[in-house]
């Protein structure tokens, strides 16, 4: 088992780090965890460039850029325990302002040698909430000023020579009259002491909500449910023992009122 928590201190806190930028990350929770008493602050930045939004399922040309900020600090509280907040600040051209605080709770439910490898069964409990009044009514909205609790099951399996595989998956209520919705994100990657890299695929899936252009009219940009089929792939690089770099691309390739197109990020992973 120390092998696998010696790797993730160098890196794993940057997988989480890119889930509260614009509400389309690459899953909340991730399958490694901080030794205990360890901490780590990601700070990074990043753009996305789109050409394409979804009027509810049918693509228009209406475009946008949205550059974001995220501050991201997690502690190791046990071997099994691990808490995280982060804080994104967005500026989409139209609107800029902080964005919503997230914070998370993880626990490590079992872990297995099953094989050649450790097979992980983890938990983890959140809420986001808005950091600031921004601005609501029109597609340069910066989020859509909804308080959010989730729940999330992750497995993880992973074997010595750092190749692994991650499912998740749980359920996010929303404040009213935010629709409610469910995760999906399937992950595979292959993590050493100074690297790190994967691949993954995400879904999400909201239950009801309005249309953007639909009734009733004015719309209040609260109750639109957004749908999304994404991939993206992140890498990671350990400068020394404290210090990594990383760098990140994700393409949203279609959904229900959502912007479509390739993201780009980057920054800078500090561990203590």
Request: aromatic content about 16%; proline content about 3%; glycine content about 14%.
């Amino acid at each position: 088992m120390r092998i696998f928590n010696g790797m993730c201190h160098n890196f794993c806190l940057i997988i989480l780090f890119f889930a509260t930028v614009t509400g389309f990350g690459q899953g909340r929770v991730d399958g490694f965890f901080l030794d205990t008493g360890s901490a780590t602050i990601a700070v990074g930045s990043g753009l996305e460039k789109t050409d394409t939004y979804f009027i509810g399922s049918e693509e228009s040309e209406l475009s946008r850029n949205l550059f974001y900020t995220n501050v991201f600090v997690a502690y190791g509280i046990a071997a099994n325990v691990q808490a995280s907040v982060s804080l994104p600040y967005i500026d989409t051209g139209g609107n800029e302002n902080f964005q919503d605080i997230s914070f998370f709770l993880k626990y490590k439910l079992l872990a297995k040698q099953t094989g050649h490898g450790i097979f992980s069964l983890a938990t983890a409990v959140g809420v986001s909430t808005p950091a600031s009044n921004y601005d609501l009514g029109g597609l340069f909205d910066i989020g859509q000023q909804a308080t959010a609790f989730q729940g999330l099951l992750m497995l993880h399996y992973q074997i010595p020579n750092g190749w692994f595989g991650t499912l998740q998956s749980g359920y996010s209520i929303k404040s009213n009259p935010t629709p409610n919705g469910v995760p999906i994100v399937a992950k595979v990657g292959r993590a050493r002491n100074k690297w790190y890299f994967d691949v993954y695929y995400e879904y999400q899936n909201s239950f009801g909500g309005i249309d953007y252009r639909g009734t009733p009219a004015p719309q209040d940009f609260r109750e639109i449910g957004v749908d999304y089929h994404k991939v993206g792939n992140t890498g990671y690089y350990s400068v020394n023992s404290t210090v990594g770099v990383y760098l990140s691309f994700s393409y949203l390739l279609s959904g229900r009122n959502v912007f479509a197109g390739p993201g780009f990020g980057g920054g800078i992973v500090t561990n203590f």
